[in-house]
């Protein structure tokens, strides 16, 4: 059974950075789609960026694209989101998600395994 373990959230002002990283285990994702959504308060889950385990291929919200990079280390089986440059509308609980096809697609309903969410909060 997939588990994917989210951490690296916390508090920062307005043009800060953080890192979340995603700790999956359970089974190989070597066909997997890994990628990073986000949902703010009274808002609808929103696609972040995606990741192709195996060829590292990437896709990117418009919203996100230049200030965040999505990263994968095999040897760790981990993911990871950098953020850059965030601003207070980047506010929101961020999911880790996997998917068992190589497709970076952008859908909530095209992933099948989330992790519980770890809060980033950017001050103005």
């Known amino acids: 059974q997939v588990q994917l373990v989210e951490s690296g959230g916390g508090l920062v002002q307005a043009g800060g950075s953080l890192r979340l990283s995603c700790a999956a285990s359970g089974r190989t994702f070597a066909n997997y789609a890994m990628a990073w959504f986000r949902q703010a308060p009274g808002k609808e889950r929103e696609f972040v960026a995606a990741i192709s385990w195996s060829s590292g291929s990437t896709n990117y919200a418009g919203s996100v694209k230049g200030r965040f990079t999505i990263s994968r280390d095999k040897a760790k089986n981990t993911v990871y989101l950098q953020m850059n440059s965030l601003k207070p509308e980047d506010t929101a609980v961020y999911y880790c998600?996997?998917?068992?096809?190589?497709?970076?697609?952008?859908?909530?309903?095209?992933?099948?395994?989330w992790g519980q969410g770890t809060q980033v909060t950017v001050s103005s």
């Open positions: 998600a996997a998917r068992d096809r190589p497709t970076l697609l952008t859908l909530v309903l095209s992933y099948q395994n």
